[in-house]
């Protein structure tokens, strides 16, 4: 069973990004604000985001909207976690893709706090998805922009948007529980998994190096299919339960059609 987690304090989240940088308020782990977010930005309200309460009873998988055009894994930043991190981009030349002919669009994290951000501007700059971003609207513009340019500059155009901030802003206060402060040191970290158009499974992730190609799918396989959940999410749990950290906790949420 997976259970959606709310935003914790007991592990902090490796600071990769400089302390010097802004920091935005942590993003609720609520498929509700996570929706919000983006239809303010110009994501057509014909898709949103929803719970995934189980990758292995079918029953409950019936009940998210399908296809799934994206998968956030949310889930505690351990050690071996950590650890594999390392391990797989030691050696590993930073990305430096740009322009159309870029299989994914993939966004380094500058601004702290804002790996919910950066988790869900991925789901929706890719595959699928990127067909309901509303033409002209502040997220079309963005992503307009963002694709000509090289990972640095990319990251500098979210870190100056003021759309994002004010959309990320809003989203952060309809949350269920309390907002925290932007300098709050959370425990939570969001790893998204798309389909390409070239039916290829890709971990974006903007605390790597850059996007991680994790295999082919079939053309009708989506990323909640038996495969794609294979490659991404059930080799990630394997790791965490071979390591025998204790408690494993994570949750799912997917982009898929909306039920409204």
Known sequence: MVEPMEVSKTLQEPADVPATKKAFVPLENNPEVMSHLLHQLGL?????????????????????????YALL????????????????????QEYDGSGPGEEVVWFKQTIRNA??????????????????IEPTSDLSNLLEFAISLKPVPRADLLYESQALE????????????????????VDLHYVCFVKSTNNHLWELDGRRKGPLDRGVLGQDEDVLSEKALALGVKSFLKREEEAGGGELRFSLVALGPSLE
């Open 115 to 132: 790996c919910g951000l950066i988790g869900l501007l991925h789901g929706v700059s890719n595959g699928e998805a990127k067909n309901f």
């Open 73 to 92: 894994l949310v889930f505690p930043v351990s050690e071996t976690y950590e650890k594999f991190r390392q391990q797989e981009d030691e050696g590993r």
């Open 44 to 68: 057509s309200q014909s898709i949103a985001f929803h719970d995934v309460y189980s990758i292995d009873d079918p029953d409950l998988l019936a009940f998210v909207p399908r296809p799934a």
């Open 166 to 185: 004010s959309a990320h802003q809003s989203a952060a206060s309809k949350g269920d529980t309390a907002a925290p402060s932007a300098e709050t040191n």
